[in-house]
């Protein structure tokens, strides 16, 4: 995960959230926001390009996390992503719709004996069975826009999370900021290592592992999450668009 606060930089977040080439408003062209089920590994199509074009543009020109000269093809891929799902948030700008938000849910699950980042980065033996929450991003200049998408974004990452079923073995690298966010709105939250610089992450950053249970209880009530549909293609619209 990245943190969530508005990050000081001379990037404006209008120059990294990139233009989604897919009519997602068609449906209620009246809504303001929408949050997409993107399913699980690499897709091609215009809802997952926009994906990774957000993910590239945040880390490459935002954040300094990664440079270009060591993404293959010039773009954020890499090789968790082919066992991830991940979730997409959209704003309809009336002309265009942009990309503001995503995360992925990387899944550790039956024989894949690969580790989880939080594993390999923290040594902690995780074994199989486990998720790891990861690449979250979201750039919207207002703080109450900011922390709305957040809400959404997570309500549809623990429903992912509660069908899997692994609700004690949900791990995520977070900075130190973002772990107070997601106390603050509710999200159970364990640190299991201390807080260590990472030069994969270039800051410092804490290992914690997330509790659906709870979380889910802060945000709607387990029964209300468990209710959300987040199967692949699945579209969650709220909010009113500004003319």
């Not at 977040?13 to 009246?30: H, I, L, Q, Y």
């Not at 929408?34 to 390009?49: C, I, M, P």
């Not at 999370?161 to 609700?167: K, S």
């Amino acid at each position: 995960m990245a943190a969530s606060k508005i990050p000081k930089t001379k990037v404006r977040n209008a120059d990294v959230t990139p233009e989604v080439r897919a009519d997602m408003f068609a449906e209620s062209p009246g809504s303001r926001f929408a949050v997409l089920s993107l399913g699980h590994g690499l897709r091609a199509n215009a809802f997952y390009t926009a994906y990774i074009e957000l993910r590239t543009e945040v880390y490459t020109k935002q954040t300094g996390m990664l440079s270009t000269n060591d993404l293959a093809y010039g773009v954020d891929i890499d090789d968790d992503d082919d066992r991830s799902s991940a979730f997409l948030v959209v704003e309809n700008r009336a002309s265009h719709a942009v990309a503001v938000a995503c995360v992925r849910v990387i899944e550790r699950l039956g024989s894949d004996n690969r580790p989880l980042p939080a594993d390999a980065l923290y040594g902690l033996d995780l074994g199989s069975e486990c998720l790891e929450v990861s690449r979250y991003i979201a750039r919207l200049d207002d703080r109450s826009d900011q922390a709305d998408v957040l809400r959404e974004l997570l309500r549809s990452t623990v429903a992912h999370i509660r069908q899997h079923g692994t609700d004690d073995r949900v791990y995520a690298i977070v900075e130190r900021p973002l772990e107070r966010v997601l106390r603050i709105m509710g999200i159970g939250v364990t640190r299991i290592a201390d807080p260590i610089w990472l030069d994969e992450y270039q800051g410092v950053n804490v290992a914690i592992r997330l509790d659906p249970i709870v979380s889910a209880a802060n945000l709607g009530g387990l029964r209300e999450i468990d209710e959300l549909d987040v199967a692949e293609g699945a579209i969650r619209f709220w909010g009113e668009v500004k003319r």
